[in-house]
């Protein structure tokens, strides 16, 4: 059974960091991405990573503070926030595709996590 698990979101101030993880049970995929969605808002691209070549695509809005990578022996993808802003409280969603290719589409991704909390304080 193939399982997506997020963990690691949480409360944190402006200018913070929180680290993301996710993983992947049932079966290796060939690209994960990471999503999040607001209240009241569409689900929008943050970052994504090819599994075996590890090249990266990245939000602008994120782009020199968020860090995805992988571990490859945990089937684990992490995404590394720092300096965290009020408008990045969502909650965060790691998706995983069966092509490869770090896809910026929500449309691509064929296994979606449960969520997990993130709420950054002013």
Known sequence: QVRLVESGG???Q???SLRL???ASGRIFSSYGWFRQAPGKER???TA???RIGSTRYADSVKGRFTISRDTAR???YLQMNSLKPEDTAVYYCAARTWSGASSS????DYWGQGTQVT???
């Open 49 to 51: 990573i090819a599994w």
């Open 44 to 46: 929008e691209f943050v």
């Open 14 to 16: 402006a200018g913070g």
């Open 10 to 12: 949480g409360l944190v």
């Open 75 to 77: 089937n684990t993808v």
């Open 21 to 23: 993880s996710c993983v």
């Open 106 to 109: 929500p449309q691509d991704y």
């Open 120 to 122: 950054v304080s002013s």
